[in-house]
């Protein structure tokens, strides 16, 4: 090799060497000068990190401080696939400790697009403080609340379920929702590049929703749901729903649909179970709506209760022939002796002395036709034809409880005012939020105390030997009430000669009242009466009740009588 050769290579070394200098400075000024803002934002975007931190949901109580919905800790599981170093490892590590799939897992952990994804959400805090100590970069966790219901079926329908947001989706969790919810809290912290935090920058502290209050009695309502589950099995019904108010506070101590279900396992139960018919559902009343006829001809001074009245077999109304539930000849009876054995020639002819115009108010006088109020999502108001909209056939049909709608709470209340002293109080299922007042009640007067009286007497005798409703009768108490059995309509617009709604409601003690019970008996078999297929339910609900409560006896010596057969 020649010294020039020799020369000319060193020189090429040189120039190689140079131009990666000069190449290295261009691309130092073009990082650090250039490009440093926009590095600057990525690098903080992947070391800082806004969590969540969830509030915790208020807990849902009875009236006796009895827990109906409480929150569960449980661990949240999640990954930055982008400081995922192993994502087959973190894969198969979560599926083993948290019982998951891992094929589910690794495909979200290989996409480098997102920031964030969810290992497991609420799973075991055991189990997940077992990944955790695996040091999986990219892997965090933080805690959070399992909404949990444990008293399993007791209030299920109401109570509804919050999901697994923590966000209330039915019953009294969406009611309740935003008072139930609290405010979550934040942090933002620092991460190594293995997705470890080493720092909090700031935080804010979470604040825990508030804890409800209901007016349910989870022993009265555990045991309504018994009666009515042994009822509906019983008569082999298509469903079944009862209510037990205070009439004198609207505080709701039970309400309860059978079928039932776990409310844990909301999720995967069928939407006609979800459902609390007692306040989402109509059902034409039949004759527990004839009350309302009578507490208008008392109240507006047409009869009194001994006034008697001649009744035919049959009754004839524009182009359609009434008769009785059971046929009889033609006989005289007082108003009351209409009322308790459930005339339907009697309450139409007293309905036709009202007139049409009265009726129609006294159908809006009792709340029927519009919404209780309860603090309940999706109440139905019922289905009231306006008067303008009457055939000529309707005063025949309606005070009989035909072609009328109502929901069971809209019954319940509209007795609860009999017994109130002819006040209505409005129904309602919470009692009070911590830290807050009760809120009040709308309340309205709908008869006199003095016609709320002849009523309840009048009722009384629906449970005597002539009424229709002596399977109501509860040793050593009196009871005032009111059988109901009505057809179902048809797709043809007519009624159903098979299906029927069999109901009783009933007041007890009827001397001093603490009690409305609704019982409601969708589509029995084998009998369809309410005083056979309901008022029996009523009679086991109001004897528990009422031991339970400590309610003292107001008729000892029917302690020593004894109950004789079903009546209609």
Do not use: C
Request: charge should be positive; proline fraction near 6%.
């Amino acid at each position: 090799m020649t010294h020039r050769l020799a020369n000319r290579r060193i020189r090429l070394v040189l120039a190689v060497l140079a131009l990666g200098l000069v190449v290295t400075f261009a691309r130092a000024v073009w990082l650090q000068v250039i490009r440093a803002p926009a590095l600057e934002r990525l690098a903080a975007r992947q070391h800082h990190e806004v969590v969540t931190t969830p509030a915790g949901r208020g807990t849902i109580y009875d009236r006796t401080g009895v827990q109906l919905a409480i929150g569960e800790q449980a661990t949240t599981v999640y990954a930055d696939p982008r400081q995922v170093r192993d994502a087959r490892r973190v894969a198969v590590e979560a599926g083993k400790k948290l019982g998951l799939n891992p094929n589910t897992i690794y495909p979200q952990l290989v996409d480098k697009k997102k920031g964030f994804v969810y290992i497991a959400r609420k799973a075991d805090p055991e189990r997940a403080a077992a990944l955790e100590r695996e040091g999986l970069a990219g892997v965090g966790f933080y805690p959070e609340e399992r909404r949990s219901y444990p008293q399993h079926t007791v209030g299920a329908q109401v109570l509804g379920y919050a999901g697994v947001d923590n966000k209330g989706l039915s019953g009294l969790e969406l009611e309740l929702d935003k008072q139930l919810s609290g405010r979550p809290g934040k942090e933002t912290v620092v991460r190594d590049p293995f997705g470890r935090t080493i720092d909090v920058v700031s935080s804010t502290a979470e604040q825990p929703g508030r804890d409800a209050f209901l007016t349910l009695d989870h022993t009265i309502q555990a045991e309504v749901e018994t009666v009515l589950r042994t009822t509906v099995a019983k008569w082999h019904a298509l469903g079944g729903t009862a209510i037990v108010l205070d009439p004198k506070t609207g505080g709701v101590l039970a309400m309860a649909n059978a079928p039932g279900f776990d409310a844990n396992k909301f999720p995967s139960v069928s939407s006609l179970l979800q459902r609390n018919r007692a306040v989402t559902d109509t059902y034409e009343p039949g004759s527990t709506f004839k009350v309302l006829t009578y507490a208008a001809v008392l109240t507006d001074k047409i009869v009194t209760p001994g006034t008697t009245f001649t009744l035919a077999p049959t009754i004839k109304v524009a182009d359609r022939t009434i008769g009785e539930a059971e046929p009889r000849p033609t006989e005289t009876m007082s108003v009351a002796e209409m009322l308790a054995r459930s005339s339907n020639i009697g309450t139409i002819t007293l309905a036709e002395l009202l007139g049409k115009s009265r009726l129609g108010r006294w159908i809006d006088r009792f709340g029927f036709g519009r919404p209780t109020g309860i603090d309940f999502p999706g109440e139905s108001r019922g289905i009231v034809l306006p008067v303008d909209k009457w055939s000529g056939s309707t005063i025949g049909n309606v005070p009989i409880g035909q072609g009328i709608a109502v929901t069971p709470i809209q019954m319940a209340a509209a007795y609860g005012a009999l017994a109130n002293r002819g006040v209505w109080v409005q129904p309602h299922l919470v009692d009070h939020l911590r830290g807050e007042k009760a809120p009040t009640v709308h309340r309205r007067r709908i008869v006199s105390p003095g016609i709320a009286r002849e009523l309840l007497d009048m009722l009384q005798g629906v449970v005597s030997s002539e009424g229709t409703g002596e399977e109501a009768a509860v040793p050593g108490y009196t009871v005032a009430g009111k059988t109901g059995t009505a057809a179902k309509p048809d797709a043809s617009g007519g009624y159903s000669d098979t299906r029927y709604v069999a109901s009783f409601v009933g007041i007890v003690p009827a001397s001093s009242p603490r009690l409305v019970i609704l019982v409601s008996i969708d589509e029995p078999h084998g009998a369809i009466f309410g005083g056979l297929v309901a008022a029996p339910a009523f009679r086991d609900i109001a004897r528990f009740a009422l031991q339970y409560l400590d309610i003292p006896p107001d008729d000892v010596s029917s302690l020593h009588g004894s109950v004789g057969a079903a009546g209609q």
